[in-house]
């Protein structure tokens, strides 16, 4: 059984491209994605990881540190990184982690031996302030992954996390959110006052601030 949500994220020390580091201790009190690429040189992950560095700016709003990781050896990330330059204009500015025996793979259980055991799938793992998983994601090798839809999903996480609401369908930043079943009616006239009630089950507000 692999990691589930809600376990604790396990820590770890490795090697990455911005020298050593401790996820606990780098990700602080804030928010951390860590995502896994399969292998360095190759052309899915070459436009991911120059996405992910353009939207770098975006993560920092969310106060959520970005840390990549693969099986191949720092060196290679190094080298690596102007070719994600060249072909996405986007400058690596997050760690990349360098795996080679394996350790965050198998502690993340990111090796996926019905894929290829010696590569890393594409999985992602959001980590709460808590440093409990939050979301996991796994992507097969072919597949790039939308990480505008990881914003969307911090950002729903991060909302829910605070307040006592869930997001519908296709949520986007601004629009109207769920009054979780955990409010009574009352306290929602309090707290959310105006809301909507679609269903008896289905209560609706305006996105908190
Ligand atoms: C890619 O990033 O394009 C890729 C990596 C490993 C296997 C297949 C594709």
Redesign the pocket.
Known sequence: MGIQLGDEAPDFTAETTEGKLNLYEYLGDGWGILFS???DF???????LGAVARLKPEFDKRNTKVIAVSVDPVDSHHQWAQDIEDVTGATLNYPVIGDPDRTVADLYGMIHPNA?DT?TVRSVFVIGPDKKVKLTLTYP??T?RNFDEILRVLDSLQLTAKHQVATPADWKQGEDVIITGAVSDEDAATRFPGYKTVKPYLRTTAQPK
Do not use: D, R
């Not at 190759?42 to 991911?48: A, I, K, M, R, S």
């Open positions: 690429h399969p292998k190759t052309p899915v992950c070459t436009t991911e290829n590569l090798a072919a790039g």
